[in-house]
């Protein structure tokens, strides 16, 4: 799915600023009238179950510590309209104190192609395959979600990435297994895409149904002013 940031919002909703609640994609989805829901990123299954990573919208914290593991930043909702209104950043290119106080929203996963473009190695579990759900942009700005609910592992999803007719920059691994979710919702379309197989913890293909999710992003179009 390519979104360009220009024309849509980019929300991140957790179940710590909304009563404590998980919810399923379609679930958020209506209560927060997003067209596209996707996952925020992995979670902890501790108390309120928050983000691995930093994750801090507005005035609310999710999670406010940074992970020193992590180095893709998703920010969102610029102070200064002259920034772009999302994007993804790479932490070992773009200093954490350079972008900690310019926009209102952020949350932290893990990188897939730096920068510049190049792969990560995924030297620890190299062999580890899985359903997934990506966030990348390419050198233009745009946006692009990527579902697969057949399971590969992360070489051979950067490898696929590579081969696109685009030339992807900056990517966060977002989720995997039955958790990972892409629900869109539009005047004539309704895509429904959840995940299911995990090698040796999840190595099965019957989901059939959203599992609840406690962070998610919810892509909206922008309301453009008439003034």
């Given amino acids: 799915v390519k979104v360009d940031p220009s024309k849509y919002d980019f929300n991140f909703f ?40 930093y994750l801090k919208n507005y005035d609310h914290y999710n999670n406010q510590t940074i992970s020193g593991y992590y180095n893709a930043m998703m920010v969102s909702h610029p102070k ?12 070992t290119c773009t200093p ?23 792969p990560m190695a995924f030297n620890k579990r190299p062999d580890q395959s899985c359903s997934m759900i990506l966030l990348s942009t390419d050198i233009n700005g745009m946006i692009y979600i990527v579902f697969t609910r057949s399971p590969y592992t992360h070489r051979t999803m950067l490898k ?20 990972a979710s892409l629900y869109v919702k539009t005047e004539n379309r309704e895509i429904r895409k959840f995940g299911c197989y995990v090698s040796t913890t999840w ?9 609840e999710l406690p962070n998610v992003i919810g892509i909206s179009k922008k309301v453009i002013s008439n003034k």
């Avoid at 710590?16 to 299954?45: H, V």
């Avoid at 350079?98 to 510049?116: L, V």
Wanted: with cysteine.
């Fill in 14 to 53: 957790t179940a710590t600023e909304y009563d404590k609640k998980l919810r399923t994609a379609e679930e958020w989805a209506g209560e927060f009238n997003a067209e596209i829901i996707i996952n925020a990123g992995m979670y902890s299954l501790k108390k309120n179950h928050p983000n691995k990573g």
């Fill in 80 to 91: 200064d309209t002259l920034l772009p209104s999302f994007q993804i950043v790479d932490l």
């Fill in 96 to 118: 954490w104190d350079s972008i900690k106080n310019r926009y209102h929203s952020y949350c932290q996963g893990m990188r897939m192609f730096d920068c510049n473009g190049n």
């Fill in 160 to 179: 696929f990435l590579k081969s696109f007719p685009f030339e992807l920059r900056q990517t966060v691994y977002l989720e995997g297994g039955p958790e």
């Fill in 203 to 211: 190595e099965r293909d019957d989901n059939d149904h959203f599992w």
